[in-house]
């Protein structure tokens, strides 16, 4: 359940756990004091640690993804660190068989993404710079991540994916 205001009573999580009560962990961290929210961070966002139990969102090709942001961090102009001032929040670890929806815009939409129907693996990365920093991309986007965040299981539809751990 996400506690909204009556304003905001249309938004929901942008990640959804299909496969993970035992396959992935949701881990309480606190992000980053040093984060200036200049790129709003949607649940499903790839997060890397920074020291200690600290989170930011993914900045640079070689880091290696934490897990996926579980709140919403200025996103839908929902912020609910900023409501209780307290940094906590969590971080989604994904084992190797996973599953997790991804809705728009924890990804990003306007790159093609292919179903993997054929059973090809298909890589995903996360998105290192500008606006798009921290999204999920595929293998082989421009300004990605050299290593994978998951694995693309399925393309549902033009704003939703469903990902899975790494094998």
């Known amino acids: 359940m996400i506690r909204v205001r009556a304003a905001n009573a249309h938004i929901k999580r942008t990640i959804r756990p299909t496969y993970a009560w035992t396959q992935a962990t949701p881990k309480s961290v606190f992000l980053d004091p040093a984060w200036d929210r200049s790129v709003k961070i949607y649940p499903g966002m790839a997060l890397v640690r920074t020291t200690g139990e600290q989170v930011s969102l993914v900045g640079t090709a070689a880091q290696h993804v934490y897990g996926l942001a579980a709140d919403y961090v200025g996103g839908d102009d929902f912020d609910p660190l900023l409501d209780v001032g307290l940094n906590a929040t969590a971080v989604w670890v994904m084992g190797s068989?996973?599953?997790?929806?991804?809705?728009?815009?924890?990804?990003?939409d306007t790159l093609t993404w292919t179903d993997p129907g054929n059973g090809v693996e298909v890589l995903v990365h996360a998105q290192t710079t500008g606006a798009n920093r921290g999204k999920l991309v595929p293998a082989g986007t421009s300004g990605a991540t050299t290593n994978p965040v998951a694995r693309l299981l399925k393309v549902n539809s033009p704003s939703k994916i469903t990902i899975g751990g790494l094998r």
């Open 97 to 108: 068989d996973a599953e997790f929806e991804i809705l728009a815009p924890a990804f990003d």
